[in-house]
């Protein structure tokens, strides 16, 4: 099975980036330190550095933006918000800083890596985080789980979604909310 995740690993870095195929994102879940349990999900530290490499990431000295762009999550269960931790994809403790990260809980995911027109998936930036998602299930939630990017339902698993820049994108499991969100107001200069 280590021959399958580095045989992808190559591919994957192969294929010019970040992105992720189908094939990649099936190992996600089986990553050290992946949770599936129940909400909150501060960011997982204690295995990060073995997720990395299998996740098509690597650890920055600072902030990259020859790619440089965001995009924002929201996660509903049962009609409530679930925060999306600071911090994920940035460790303090050993001293460096990924291409997907979050600075804060506002939800907005920092794209910024060294290479040209690199491209990552939600699957990835959730996997980074440690928690455990396919097309059923987002941590120990599995009733119902439906996706939305820009408002607009989407089919088949969120993992292999590619960020795009400005994108919106709500996992909602269970009872939604009144309103799914089809826009995030970014800050200046995001």
Same mark, same amino acid.
């Given at each position: ?18 992105? !992720? =195929? ?8 089986? /990553?050290?330190?992946?949770? +599936?349990?129940? !909400?909150?999900? &501060? &960011? ?13 990431? *690597?650890? /920055? ?11 924002? #999550? ?8 679930? *925060?999306?931790?600071? #911090? ?25 890596? &060294? ?6 998936? #939600? ?6 985080? @440690?928690?455990?998602?396919? @097309? ?15 408002? +607009?339902?989407? *089919? ?5 979604? *590619? ?14 909310? +009144?309103?799914?969100?089809? =826009?995030? +107001? ?5």
């Amino acid at each position: 099975m280590l021959a399958a995740i580095v045989i992808g690993v190559i591919v994957l870095r192969d294929n010019g980036g970040g992105s !992720a =195929s189908a094939a990649d994102v099936a190992t996600y879940n089986t /990553l050290p330190g992946i949770r +599936k349990t129940k !909400a909150p999900w &501060p &960011p997982e530290y204690e295995f990060l550095a073995d997720r990395l490499l299998p996740l098509g990431l *690597t650890t /920055l000295p600072q902030e990259a933006v020859t790619t440089h762009y965001h995009s924002h #999550l929201d996660i509903f269960v049962n009609g409530k918000k679930v *925060t999306v931790p600071a #911090l994920i994809g940035i460790n303090q403790g050993a001293g460096y800083i990924t291409e997907l990260h979050t600075h804060d809980t506002r939800g907005v995911i920092h794209v910024e890596s &060294p290479k040209a027109n690199d491209h990552f998936t #939600l699957g990835q930036f959730v996997a980074e985080w @440690g928690v455990f998602l396919n @097309g059923q299930c987002i941590g120990a939630y599995c009733n119902g789980l439906k996706w939305y990017v820009n408002g +607009k339902q989407q *089919t088949g698993n969120p993992q292999i979604y *590619t960020l795009q820049s400005h994108d919106e994108v709500a996992i909602v499991v269970g009872t939604p909310p +009144k309103n799914i969100p089809s =826009s995030y +107001k970014f800050l200046a200069g995001e």
